[in-house]
């Protein structure tokens, strides 16, 4: 059974550059990669495929960032998920938002795509 | 006592009262002539009384002597009837003898001596009942007398009856006519008598006592009525004297002195009492007549005194500089002062005391002094009057000889009127002289007022707009800075992957060595593009932390801060900086003990990051030093000094400027230099904990930048370092001997402490017993064999059962009571503290011996064990003082139980060597 990580971004490039970063987990791994462009589509396919690890911007249009993680840490049959909140806000009150509603990590832009791979690679435990 | 003062003040009426008390207060009221009248009234009346009785007894006496009379004349009656019986008893003797003859025996017995024995016993009868009043008789004397003849006249009567019978018998049995028979009638005859003698004796002296009590009665009763009449006449006679000399004495010397005091009271102070004598009255009227004297001559003496006190205020009214007038309340003028006599001058002569001050108005409207009253006189007295009567604001009046007078008018508490004239004429012509001067001066003034406020508020809307756009910046600066986030994440990142797949894909490709050298300058450039992002990341985050700063949105914390540690975290921290710069050596060149600072450790640290990296920045060769010291003004200083190519000092200033770097060079070909904001996030942070930050420089000497910090608390206070492991008791002794006004350390073993004491040597340490780690003990015994820590004093705060020996200077037993420790603690320091009440068991502790005198000073109380025991029933609150030798005996754990109650173990006084 392949690992899932779901991107969720509505940014196309931070999308893009998080898809070429965590390729060579895809390349190495038994790991697949999915994207959605905004919250809701992001909640949809956590509904439908049920990934190991998401990657969730907040500042996203239909429903934010904060909004999917407290809707997915309330489910039962979801909150096994782990989730890294990305986010060009970087303050103290943000961070701790983020990491009540439940998210793993709270990770603020611009972030090195070394520290993905390797936060990616502890929290999939590969 | 006045009787209305103990009855209250109503009508006095005997309704509510009983009679006895009625009368008493009617004689309280009473004129003391009254009662004189009232008492002689009462003597009167008492001796007229004795004489009344006295008469009346007088009158039972007679009464009675005429009784004793009465019966003296029924004795006297019944002597005489025993006579005049016993005459008829002797008659019929006679006859029995004389016709014994023609009757013969028989018949002369048959009716004589029936007749003489019925006669005879008539008489005995009589005497029988005469015996039966002398019985009752009063005169005891006499009657024995009587009765002793009242028995012979009985046996007498008997006899002669006895005599008569043996005559019957002689001449039943002889006849008559012999001798036997004649001789017993002659002794008959004697015997008779004897009889009659004695009878008329009994009668007479009957018929004398009678009479004779009868004078002697009347003779006394005459003599006791005359010496009766005398006593009384003589008695009224001595209480009339004895009522007119005390009339002449007390009655009138009273009603004089009285009427003395009226006199003074209704003010004749001339009143005096003319009493004779040295009695108390006497002594009394002297003493009115005295303070009669003083009275009169107080009164002289304050008349005279008002009179200079009169005279004096005349003086002084009449010396001062203005006219002064006096209307009393019927407005008549009762006083003016010489120098408004000179103000009015040829006008003075209207000036006369009593003159009313209408006609006094009228005189001078009329006479031109005073120009507004020029044509127009009628208005202006009245005015004048009505200023007068009502006074209202001062006036000016201008003369018709050119002068000025300042008219003020005052009413006073009595309703007189003060009214004062000064002479303003100078001043008038100042004034006016001014006054031109003046209204050029304020046009002036006004004019450049107004320009001063039209730039003052365009000052102000600038400031506003200023601070507006201030505001507008900040909100600006962090929009676009989140905005820049995005794009510089896919710059960033794509550069990143770029450079991997190209060193990874392409570079071991390029065979030929132009595309090899291609290749690496490719990495180079991208490896540019990396760093050149990373800067504007810096320089996005310092500008987002400086907007936060500046617009007041960051959470300030303020906890007390240890500098030195936080020089070592940032220290070690900054290492990392000077890897790149392998000449430069960071070091902490000076490290003393300082006290800690009111800041946030995170921002401390960033500031020194900051101060560090910029030194590393600059410094190509020597080393980046920091000293930590408390400077002379006991302020925490930081100073951090590189040998770097230093700032021109013309420049010094303006490089905690935001944006502003001490040298610009291509970014493009050297590394990246800082954001420029650094310095000024350091200056906003430091000038918020209250420090200063500021940088000496010289061009190629190097830079100093300074940081000084105000401490937590003055650093010449008394430093204690509290050892407990319990962070309760630690918590709880810091803040006691804070609110104290000492500084605090704390530490929770033996070790902690002697790194702490080594650090910063304290007053005082207070040491727990049992810890984990290095207990109290040893702690106690290294501090003591070290020759810096030796004199020390160490208040050990421990349990009952570990208490003694431990080799403090002084033991509390917990739970410690806040005032009984401040108070073991300023003993210890030799200080005087605020002092509880003292028992101490005396064995051993002596004021001599004692080694905290101010803890054994006068609220002491020195006793035996069974004593404190007794005392602490009773409710002691305080501390018990307990020598330690006898701490194994006392029972410290149950005096620990007592609340309010503190247990001080003191170290036994050694024993004196005698030399």
Not at chain 2, 277 to 290: H, L, Q, V, Y
Not at chain 2, 805 to 832: R, S
Request: glycine share 6%; charged share 25%; with cysteine.
């Amino acid at each position: 059974m392949p690992k899932k990580i779901l991107i969720v971004d509505d940014e196309v490039h931070i999308k893009m550059l998080l898809e070429q970063t965590l390729e060579e987990l895809e390349d190495d791994y038994d790991v697949v990669l999915l994207t959605a462009s905004d919250g809701e589509e992001g909640l949809a396919f956590i509904r439908s495929e049920h990934p190991d690890l998401i990657f969730l911007d907040i500042m996203m249009p239909k429903m934010n960032g904060y909004e999917v993680c407290r809707i997915v840490m309330d489910d039962p049959e979801l909150n096994d998920v782990k989730i890294i909140l990305l986010t060009a806000k970087g303050q103290e009150v943000d961070r701790k938002q983020g990491l009540e509603l439940g998210a793993k990590m709270y990770m603020t832009k611009p972030f090195d795509p070394d520290e993905i791979l390797k936060v990616s690679k502890e929290l999939l435990e590969l | 006592m006045e009787p209305g003062g103990e009855y209250g003040d109503g009508p006095l009426t005997s309704k509510h009262m009983n009679p006895l008390e009625y009368i008493e207060i009617r004689w309280r009221s009473l004129p003391v002539v009254r009662k004189f009248a009232a008492a002689l009234g009462s003597m009167f009346a008492l001796i007229l009384f004795v004489a009344a009785v006295g008469f009346g007894a007088l009158g039972e006496l007679e009464s009675k002597a005429g009784d004793i009379v009465a019966d003296s004349m029924r004795m006297q009656r019944l002597a005489l009837e025993v006579d005049s019986r016993l005459q008829l008893a002797r008659q019929a003797e006679r006859d029995f003898s004389l016709r014994l003859r023609d009757l013969g025996v028989d018949g002369a017995r048959t009716v004589y001596a029936r007749e003489f024995s019925a006669r005879l016993g008539e008489a005995g009868r009589n005497v029988a009942w005469l015996q039966d009043m002398e019985r009752f008789s009063v005169d005891k004397q006499d009657s024995y007398k009587s009765a002793a003849r009242l028995n012979e006249l009985y046996l007498a009567i008997e006899r002669y009856s006895e005599h008569f019978r043996e005559l019957v018998e002689l001449a039943a049995s002889t006849g008559a006519d012999n001798r036997a028979f004649e001789r017993k009638t002659g002794e008959m005859d004697g015997e008779f008598l004897r009889l009659t003698s004695l009878v008329r004796q009994l009668a007479i002296s009957a018929t004398d006592g009678a009479r004779n009590a009868h004078l002697e009665i009347a003779r006394s009763n005459v003599f006791i009525k005359w010496v009766l009449v005398l006593s009384v006449l003589f008695a009224l006679i001595l209480a009339s004297s004895i009522i007119w000399v005390l009339n002449r004495t007390i009655v009138k010397n009273v009603v004089r002195l009285s009427d003395t005091a009226h006199e003074l009271s209704l003010g004749n102070l001339e009143a005096r009492a003319t009493i004779q004598g040295d009695d108390e009255i006497g002594k009394m009227g002297d003493s009115i007549n005295s303070m009669a004297v003083r009275i009169t001559n107080l009164v002289n003496n304050l008349e005279g005194k008002a009179a200079a006190a009169s005279d004096r205020l005349v003086e002084a009214i009449d010396s001062i500089s203005e006219g002064f007038l006096l209307y009393d309340q019927r407005e008549r003028l009762i006083l003016a002062n010489r120098k408004l006599h000179e103000l009015a001058g040829d006008q003075s002569s209207a000036i006369v005391l009593g003159i009313s001050a209408e006609s006094m108005l009228q005189t001078y409207a009329h006479s031109g002094l005073f120009v507004n009253a020029l044509g127009r006189e009628d208005e202006w007295v009245h005015e004048r009057l009505s200023q007068h009567r009502n006074p209202g604001p001062h006036m000016e009046e201008p003369l018709s000889d050119g002068r000025w007078m300042l008219i003020k008018t005052y009413r006073t508490g009595r309703g007189e009127v003060v009214v004062i004239m000064a002479d303003i004429t100078q001043r008038k012509r100042t004034v006016q002289d001014l006054a031109s001067i003046n209204s050029d001066l304020e046009d002036l003034v006004r004019e450049r007022t107004k320009v001063l406020v039209e730039k003052a508020m365009e000052l102000k809307r600038a400031n506003e707009r200023l601070r507006e756009l201030d505001e507008l910046k900040s909100a600006f600066l962090s929009s676009v800075s989140h905005e820049l986030r995005t794009p510089l994440t896919s710059l960033l990142g794509f550069s990143k992957i770029i450079k991997r797949d190209f060193s990874r894909n392409f570079m071991p490709l390029a065979a030929e060595e132009k595309v090899q050298r291609l290749g690496t300058r490719i990495q180079s450039n991208l490896d540019i593009i990396g760093s050149e992002g990373e800067r504007l990341t810096r320089l996005i985050n310092d500008v987002l932390d400086l907007s936060r700063i500046e617009s007041g949105q960051d959470d300030w914390r303020f906890t007390e801060v240890d500098l030195a540690g936080a020089i070592n975290r940032a220290v070690s921290a900054a290492r990392g900086l000077f890897t790149p710069k392998p000449h430069v050596k960071l070091t902490i060149r000076r490290f003393d003990v300082v006290p800690l600072v009111h800041a946030d450790p995170d921002r401390l640290h960033q500031v020194l990051i900051n101060l560090f990296s910029n030194a590393a920045k600059f410094t190509e060769v020597g080393e980046v030093a920091v000293d930590l010291f408390l400077d002379e003004k006991s302020m925490v200083h930081v100073c951090v000094e590189d040998t770097g190519q230093g700032v021109d000092p013309r420049y010094i200033e303006q490089i905690f400027d935001k944006f502003h770097q001490a040298q610009r060079g291509d970014t493009l070909t050297e590394k990246p230099a800082g954001t420029g904001l650094g310095l000024a996030i350091c200056r906003q942070i430091v000038e918020r904990y209250g420090g200063r930050i500021w940088a000496e420089s010289q061009r190629g000497r190097g830079t100093k930048i300074h940081i000084v910090m105000p401490p937590t608390e003055p650093a010449d206070r008394p430093l204690v370092l509290v050892v407990d492991d319990d962070s309760a008791a630690r918590d709880y002794l810091s803040m006691v001997l804070k609110k104290a006004g000492y500084g605090v350390r704390t530490a929770s073993d033996g070790e902690q402490a002697l790194t702490l004491a080594a650090k910063r040597r304290p007053a005082l340490i207070t040491m727990d017993i049992l810890m984990p780690g290095m207990d109290g003990r040893t702690a106690i015994q290294r501090l003591r064999g070290d020759e810096n820590f030796k004199d020390i004093p160490i208040l050990v705060v421990s349990v009952a059962s570990d208490c003694h020996t431990a080799g403090g200077d002084a033991t509390l037993l917990k739970p410690v009571n806040g005032d009984a420790f401040i108070g073991a603690v300023h003993a210890l320091l030799g200080e005087d503290g605020p002092s509880r009440p003292v028992i101490a068991l005396n064995d051993g502790v002596t004021p001599e011996s004692c080694q905290l005198p101010s803890l054994c000073g006068e609220d002491i109380t020195r006793c035996s064990e069974d004593e404190m025991w007794q005392m602490l029933e009773n409710g002691f609150e305080g501390t018990v003082v307990v020598p330690e030798s006898l701490a194994d005996t006392v029972d410290l754990k149950r005096v620990c139980d007592i609340q309010h109650v503190q247990v001080l173990l003191l170290p036994s006084p050694e024993p004196t060597v005698l030399s």
